[in-house]
């Protein structure tokens, strides 16, 4: 072995607490990187695969009612490649044995497996039988859910009638990746909402659309140009009552994977980042030390003919060492996380095959980093190793020169400060790269501990908001269609009932200028008090008799003010009149994409004197559950949210992932925090080892020399989480606004309790990292100061 490589190990097994203490910083960073990149890269291949193999399609078409001969016209559209008609319907689902009501969603399919666009897989039973109609194929997490078994039979009223179907099979669907019901719902709710899959002859004869279809799917050709594509679509259907063409970017499910897909592209960046960038920082100090250390034994090497490269290479074998071990630790600490992450995605996301998998070019790049770490925090060492001359590495190096420091101009409050605090006052100042990053590393730990910690304070802050403050009713009931006043008098003399209010939901789409937007307006009373409308500074919102009042966010995309013109045109029925209509106020919200308006001018805007179809009503205390049951034989129903049992079923959803989230990031903050001050004290000690062992000498007892020690560590860590909290902060702004999408929003909204549990958080990492440091200190060796210097 050559004596530099022996010079090598034993120079590691010297500072093994400091190489341990980066290395898990690189572990962390690494771990981060391989997870999220391997949940990205997992996601959009699954996604990909899934979407080729079962025909996703491009584009859908919700018509009123049209002939299955339209099919036929929009693929003579230049640009479609295929299309196909289909029933899609959603009825009142009654399984035996569940007292509430449940939502199913019929969709069609042709009689033979394998030809349609948006095709099922079947994951028990099997397809249709040939002249068997009352068949159904269910969704396989409401099955599971519910305890369903091939064979069993469920309830459809459709048309006013109880249609008994009899479950052959269970599916999953490209199109229910994320299984909602619409964009009002945050989370899917699978013991509630059904998707049932029935023979295209079969849904035609239960809803009366003999050869008839109300949605056409389809592909567009790759090559069009598909907005072009879509509006020939929508102008070969108008006969037939369009309501809308969506593509598939748009599509609800497919919106809610691409987003947590786009999400993990950014975190794989972000994170791995910090952590390495503070690794390669922490090593570029501790090698530099090293080598102003030793440079007398670098001089003698090169008089004795080693090279710089020879030398140079010498102190990046050091760095590598511990960049590469953290590396390879933290590829295989990754792939845990990862697969652990995956097992959370299959609470979420319905896929056929979703497993963590083995990436090559993920260990590659995680190898890649990891050594880049370790490069970049050895150049400014090995920089100053090789510059060095022999002649002047001989020489003991020039302490550093001392000055006042700036607290020293107030006379005043200078002479209040003790021995110990200007001796540490003096320290910092004097070793100011040290100082900037030991509290840059803090800053850092503090912030991502912030960061980790107010996801759940915005989600707690939203779920609050939208459940205790926005919404004042007890439970939201969905009609299928458009119905009159009677339709709300019925609500209000429902068993258990104390007030009523209507609702009218309906899409339009808004155009300000060149700018527009699809988006559902929700008519209301005049004096609605079941939904409390506010601004951004809490000032209540009155809808008067006519006048639109918009989401905060909607307002921002479509540049809006109170008081401007819109142009709004329905998305469905029969009428396609445009109107205009003014702005009369902006209100707050975070989920979905809300408008609001009168309920009678929304209603006059569709050519009808009042329409309603859902109703809020206020229940008796705890009867929720009895009218839940009694609207279950209710034909009209289409579904009913009770607004307590939507609440706990989030927060019980969102409870695990967050405290996950937040295990991991205290841990990896604690880890940041950790390595940053024992390095830190470590250098210290190994540079001030003659002043303290002089102070032992002149009759300080080893409990003071502890108090210089940590009190230096104490005020830089105190700098650290001040800067963090603020940094913590912006990053915490700039998450409300790098992750909104048309469904929900963050809130800025951090607790009090989440900036004491930071800081409490990283002061125990600095004490553990101090009590780790006691040893040293201990074992100073006061003879040492009676040495001659050589």
């Given at each position: 072995m050559k004596a530099l490589d022996r010079k090598l190990l034993r120079d590691l097994r010297a500072a093994k607490g400091q190489a341990i203490a980066v290395t898990m910083v690189i572990v962390c960073g690494v771990a981060s990187l391989v997870c999220v990149l391997s949940a990205y890269w997992d996601l959009g291949a699954t996604r990909d695969a899934y979407y080729r193999s079962y025909r996703f399609g491009d584009f859908w078409a919700p018509l009123e009612r049209a002939p299955l001969r339209a099919v036929r016209e929009v693929e003579a559209v230049p640009g479609v490649v295929r299309a196909q008609g289909r029933i899609v319907k959603d009825v009142n689902l009654d399984v035996e044995g569940k007292p509430e009501p449940c939502t199913g969603r019929i969709v069609s399919l042709p009689e033979h497996q394998g030809t349609s666009i948006n095709d099922i897989h079947l994951v028990s039973g099997r397809y249709f039988s040939p002249g068997v109609r009352n068949e159904v194929i269910l969704s396989d997490r409401f099955a599971r859910v519910n305890h369903l078994s091939i064979g069993d039979r469920i309830w459809a009223t459709a048309n006013d009638k109880k249609q008994p179907l009899r479950i052959v099979g269970t599916a999953l669907s490209p199109e229910y990746v994320y299984m909602i019901r619409s964009a009002r719902e945050f989370l899917p709710n699978p013991d509630r909402f059904a998707v049932l899959w029935l023979k295209q002859d079969f849904a035609e004869m239960v809803l009366g659309m003999q050869e008839g279809c109300n949605e056409i799917v389809g592909f567009i050709d790759p090559g069009a140009e598909p907005d072009a594509v879509l509006d020939r679509v929508e102008h070969v259907l108008e006969p037939y009552?369009?309501?809308?063409?969506?593509?598939?970017?748009?599509?609800?499910?497919?919106?809610?994977?691409?987003?947590?897909?786009?999400?993990?592209?950014?975190?794989?960046?972000?994170?791995?980042?910090i952590f390495l960038g503070i690794a390669a920082m922490i090593l570029g100090v501790m090698l530099e030390r090293i080598v102003h250390r030793e440079r007398t034994q670098i001089g003698v090497l090169k008089a004795y003919g080693y090279s710089n490269f020879a030398i140079g290479s010498h102190y990046v074998k050091f760095s590598l060492l511990v960049s590469v071990a953290g590396g390879v630790l933290g590829f295989l600490l990754g792939q845990w996380l990862g697969f652990a992450l995956m097992r959370t995605y299959l609470h979420f996301f319905d896929f056929p095959l979703l497993r963590h998998r083995f990436y090559p070019g993920v260990l590659l790049s995680s190898l890649g980093v990891s050594v880049l770490a370790g490069v970049l925090g050895a150049a400014w060492a090995v920089r100053g190793a090789v510059r060095v001359a022999p002649a002047e590495a001989m020489r003991a190096p020039a302490p550093k020169a001392g000055h006042r420091v700036w607290l020293e101009r107030w006379g005043l409050v200078w002479r209040n400060v003790s021995f110990s605090g200007k001796m540490i006052l003096r320290n910092v100042s004097r070793y100011k790269v040290r100082t900037a990053i030991t509290i840059f590393g803090v800053m850092c730990a503090t912030a991502i501990l912030l960061v980790g910690r107010f996801a759940g304070d915005a989600m707690d802050y939203l779920i609050s908001y939208h459940f205790d403050k926005f919404q004042r009713q007890d439970v939201r009931v969905d009609f299928y269609a458009e119905r009159d006043m009677g339709a709300l008098l019925d609500a209000s003399r429902f068993p258990h009932v104390r007030a009523a209010e209507p609702e009218l939901d309906y899409p339009f789409t808004v155009k300000a200028g060149w700018r527009k937007k699809d988006i559902a307006v929700t008519g209301l009373a005049a004096d609605v008090h079941m939904l409390n409308l506010t601004t951004?500074?809490?000032?209540?919102?009155?809808l008067g008799e006519d006048g639109l009042v918009i989401a905060e966010h909607i307002a921002e995309d479509l540049r809006l003010r109170p008081g401007d013109m819109v142009v709004m045109k329905p998305l469905l029925g029969k009428t396609k009149r445009e109107s205009t209509v003014r702005i009369r106020d902006v209100v707050q919200q975070y989920l979905g994409t809300g408008a609001y308006m009168n309920i009678r001018a929304l209603s006059r805007l569709l050519d009808e004197p009042f329409a309603v179809n859902a109703v809020l009503l206020r229940v008796e205390q705890g009867r929720e559950g009895e009218l839940n049951r009694y609207l279950k034989d209710v034909p009209a129903v289409a579904a009913v949210e009770v607004k307590k049992e939507s609440r706990r079923k989030i927060e019980e959803t969102l409870a695990a992932s967050m405290a996950i989230s937040n295990l991991f990031m205290t841990v990896f903050s604690g880890v940041i925090a950790f390595a940053i001050i024992y390095n830190s004290t470590s250098i210290s000690l190994t540079e001030r080892t003659r002043d303290l062992a002089s102070l032992r000498v002149l009759g300080f007892?080893?409990?003071?020399?502890?108090?210089?020690?940590?009190?230096?560590?104490?005020?830089?860590?105190?700098a650290g989480m001040a800067l963090g909290m603020g940094v913590g902060t912006l990053l915490c702004m700039w998450m409300v606004s790098a992750y909104q999408t048309d469904v929900y929003r963050f809130p800025f909204h951090i607790s009090a309790s989440t900036f004491v549990a930071s800081g409490l958080s990283i002061a125990v990492f600095v004490l553990i990292a101090n009590l780790a440091s006691r040893r040293r200190i201990a074992r100073l060796d006061m003879v040492e100061v009676l040495k001659a210097q050589e």
């Open positions: 009552g369009v309501l809308t063409t969506l593509r598939r970017r748009d599509q609800l499910s497919n919106r809610y994977l691409s987003d947590e897909i786009k999400g993990l592209g950014v975190n794989a960046t972000i994170t791995p980042t951004a500074d809490g000032r209540p919102v009155k007892k080893l409990s003071e020399l502890r108090r210089i020690v940590f009190g230096e560590n104490v005020l830089l860590s105190a």
